[in-house]
């Protein structure tokens, strides 16, 4: 598998400050919670690896602070990243020398790349953010390559993540407005077809937490 890049925790802790752009799960004290957040990216590099066919251009949408950057810019030949707050990217970009990411700290809905769409785009955690779904979505379908890829990781928000919530006390975000099935559902209707499907922290849909998902683009 493509070398996944995972960012030391210390410097995480670092660069965050009292923001929350970056989910504190990524470098909890906690180490089985700080290895299944984790997990979902490094499925989704794997899914990259196999159905991948081009590798051009990446958009990295609602990217936040930039941890799958490092990974992406090896994947990648060019990287784009997007997020209203993207201060943290930008320190990440720097640390790790990446000459081949853009980042634009920009509303997705201000941009337009349809005169030079993208042959694959990340949303990591970021559709269930959306109240109107039709918003991201829409920009998701204009930007990417007729037959090119979507990859995505969601909260499944099962009776199961809302215990381990609770266990863990971790607050579900008051803008997680879906469910990954329902971004999912929506996702098909705007026609992405899907590809494959993993689930965090098993492979297989046994109590699912996360869902990691390869779509192509019709």
């Known amino acids: 598998m493509s070398t996944f890049i995972e960012i030391p925790t210390d410097y995480l802790a670092q660069i965050a400050g009292d923001g929350d752009r970056i989910p504190r799960l990524y ?3 906690n180490h089985v919670l700080r290895r ?16 991948l066919r081009s590798r051009g251009s990446c958009l990295d949408f609602g990217g936040g ?25 930008e320190l990440v970009k720097g640390h790790y020398a990446l000459a081949n990411v853009q980042i634009l700290q920009a509303d997705a809905s201000a941009l337009d790349f349809r005169s030079a769409p993208f042959d694959a ?12 779904l039709s918003v991201p979505l829409d ?15 969601l909260p499944t928000e099962t009776h199961v993540y809302a215990l381990l919530r609770r266990v863990f006390g971790v607050e579900k975000p008051l803008d997680h407005y879906h469910t990954g099935y329902e971004v999912e559902e929506r996702l098909q209707r705007h026609g992405f077809q899907k590809i494959e499907t993993s689930c965090v922290p098993l492979h297989l849909p046994i109590a699912p937490l996360f869902l990691i998902t390869a779509w192509r683009r019709g």
């Open 27 to 29: 470098y909890a004290d």
């Open 36 to 51: 299944m957040f984790w997990q979902r990216l490094y499925r989704m590099t794997g899914q990259m690896d196999r159905c």
């Open 65 to 89: 602070a930039g941890v799958f950057l490092p990974t992406l810019a090896n994947l990648f030949e060019k990287v784009t990243l997007v997020d209203l707050e993207a201060r943290q990217a």
């Open 121 to 132: 785009a990340v949303a990591a955690d970021v559709l269930e953010h959306f109240k109107d």
């Open 139 to 153: 920009l998701l379908r204009d930007w990417i390559k007729p037959g090119g890829l979507l990859f995505t990781s």
